[in-house]
């Protein structure tokens, strides 16, 4: 657990201007800035930042708050992940608080130590491979990037470089950089010779800098230049930092764009990654040639609701996407796409044929995945003899067994039968499938959406002022108190923000609210009114004025049934006690509204 001196001190130093501005392009309008929403395809800007109380929030899809939680939503990661982010930038050493022993303390920090020393070897490798691409014997590696369409912007913003035809270059390289060596051996970068020192692994190859998410290298995959005897690829092997079947290669380029777009592209490999990014596809990510784990169908999951699953045309593509779809099922995606190949194409090969206007059909004429397995599955069984097809109809069977809940099973037990031209229930008993009446989903509740709510206008214009003068809260809560609030959203943010035990931490501000009042609090606090500084206090009294107005003409209207409940009782000296309450109700609602001329919905 991080020290809470730690995450103070990261939170009270960032300046989330300068942190969003490395991801949103801001402009300044009045107090605040403004700039395309990094969460959401949008034209006109509705994204805002308030430097002074160190919140974003954005108008158009209810997104915001900290500058920790723009990490954690850009980046998709935990929170002491996004402290640790945060502070490496700022360069604060993150220390820990444990309840553990010493030793095992001091074997943590070891191997914090040892984990920061490999990503230094990586990286001292990568810059080794970018400068040789750029050399003069990188030349043929160039050309054949050029060749195979790989702009020179791509191999900047993917780090590709160049491994050279050399058993010692790299090797040299490192140790003139004071890198360890046997750290570079445990990350499969080099490897011991019999006779004693360390040769290169890759060589003469193209190389791919594998990232994690926060963008530090963890693997290299390297492609041969000329097909012959030597393998195509080499990849890194697992190490301490790279599990293979945990990442996804493209995942850090592609993030932003993930998050934009609301959805994401999967392929298979680097170079399919990396010409998608170059044809405008810029929400691709690779699953680097393996079958998808459970690791990486989560992590595509902590990055979005949509998956567009486009493999090779191959036959082992397709099968690749049917084995993938029981996985993806296990998360609660929003909608899972098969973009089908042609033939054997990759989407490398159908690029360089048909451009991004081909792709961009491909992609918009997508099925359903489980509408486009169970169709390959069928297809498959009608191409086989019948006493073949045993195992196909298991296979089947799995898939449909794998979909959650039995209403989708029922959905798609229908199409395989009209598929396979098969009585729906002798093909559910060939299944083992059983065709009981299944009911509708009950309703849900209908969730209420903050963005689109309206509220009491001259209640919000108060709130505002409130929250962001302390002066003005005090004031307020002494002298008139929250019954003035008649708007239930307003009043319950205000009663909230009247129990927390500090005020000045935005960050500790919005962890202390409840759902609905954080997602108000952002609104306010981000929104700016359109009133110049000589007028700000007239637009306050009078819209205090108007609020105080609005409770005594209530407080007469119960007063007037309580005088007639008095006459029916001919209680005499309660209704002189409550005439006398209600002159000076009346006297004071003249009053308030003659203050009301300053109120700031006579300019609306």
Not at 528 to 535: G, I, N, R, Y
């Amino acid at each position: 657990m991080i020290e809470e001196s730690v995450i103070k001190t990261v939170i009270e130093r960032t300046d989330i201007v300068q942190l969003v501005g490395e991801f949103v392009q801001l402009k300044r309008r009045g107090g605040r800035l403004v700039g395309l929403c990094p969460f959401h395809r949008e034209k006109t800007p509705s994204f805002t930042v308030n430097a002074d109380r160190g919140a974003f929030y954005c108008f158009g899809c209810g997104t915001g708050g900290s500058a920790v939680d723009f990490v954690m939503k850009m980046e998709s990661i935990t929170f002491p992940e996004a402290i640790e982010r945060l502070a490496e930038r700022l360069g604060i050493t993150v220390t820990h608080v444990s309840s553990h022993s010493h030793g095992d303390e001091s074997a943590r920090r070891k191997a914090r130590d040892r984990e920061r020393s490999y990503y230094q070897v990586m990286a001292a490798a990568e810059g080794y491979f970018r400068a040789m691409i750029s050399a003069p014997g990188g030349g043929n590696c160039l050309g054949y990037a050029h060749r195979r369409g790989i702009t020179d912007e791509m191999i900047t913003s993917f780090g590709l470089g160049y491994s050279p035809d050399s058993w010692d270059g790299l090797v040299k390289s490192l140790q003139q950089d004071g890198q360890s060596l046997e750290d570079a051996r445990e990350l499969g970068l080099i490897a011991a010779r019999d006779s004693g020192g360390y040769y290169a692994r890759f060589r003469n190859r193209l190389m791919f800098p594998v990232h994690n998410v926060r963008g530090e290298i963890i693997a290299f995959g390297g492609r041969v230049l000329e097909n012959g005897e030597t393998a195509k690829y080499i990849n890194s092997p697992e190490t301490a930092i790279y599990k293979k079947g945990d990442n996804l290669y493209g995942l850090y380029q592609a993030k932003m764009h993930i998050a934009r777009e609301h959805y994401a592209i999967l392929v298979e490999g680097n170079v399919d990654v990396v010409m998608m990014h170059a044809f405008g596809f810029c929400n691709t990510v690779a699953s680097m040639g393996t079958a998808l784990t459970p690791k990486q169908a989560e992590l595509l999951y902590r990055h979005t609701r949509r998956l567009y699953v486009m493999y090779d045309g191959d036959s082992a593509g397709k099968k690749a996407m049917c084995r993938a779809l029981p996985i993806l099922l296990g998360y609660d995606f929003e909608g899972l796409y098969a973009v089908e190949l042609p033939g054997d194409d990759d989407p490398d090969s159908y690029l360089r044929v048909y451009g991004a206007e081909g792709m961009t059909a491909l992609i918009e004429n997508a099925k359903s995945l489980g509408q486009w397995c169970v169709e390959k599955k069928c297809s498959d069984i009608l191409k086989m003899p019948p006493e073949l097809r045993k195992a196909a109809f298991a296979d089947l069977s799995e898939l449909l067994h794998g979909f959650p809940d039995t209403l989708t099973q029922r959905h798609y037990l229908e199409q395989a039968a009209r598929l396979l031209g098969q009585d729906m229930g002798r093909l559910a008993t060939e299944l083992g499938m059983t065709l009981s009446q299944t009911a509708a989903p009950a309703a849900q509740p209908q969730k209420s959406n903050d963005k689109e709510a309206t509220y009491n206008r001259i209640e919000w214009i108060v709130v505002y002022m409130l929250l962001n003068s302390s002066a003005k809260y005090e004031s307020f809560m002494t002298e008139q108190g929250i019954e003035l609030l008649q708007d239930p959203g307003l009043r319950a943010l205000v009663e909230e923000y009247s129990k927390l035990p500090e005020r000045t931490s935005t960050h500790e501000i919005l962890g202390s609210l409840s759902e609905h009042s954080r997602n108000l609090y952002e609104r306010i606090i981000c929104t700016e009114l359109d009133v110049s500084e000589q007028d700000y206090e007239k637009w306050y009294e009078g819209a205090l004025a108007s609020l105080i107005d609005a409770w005594a003409c209530r407080e007469h209207q119960q007063i007037g049934y309580r005088i007639a409940e008095a006459v029916k009782q001919n209680d005499e000296s309660t209704i002189t006690e409550l005439l006398n309450k209600d002159r000076e109700l009346l006297a004071l609602i003249q009053q308030t509204q003659q203050e009301r001329k300053y109120c700031w919905q006579n300019h609306v």
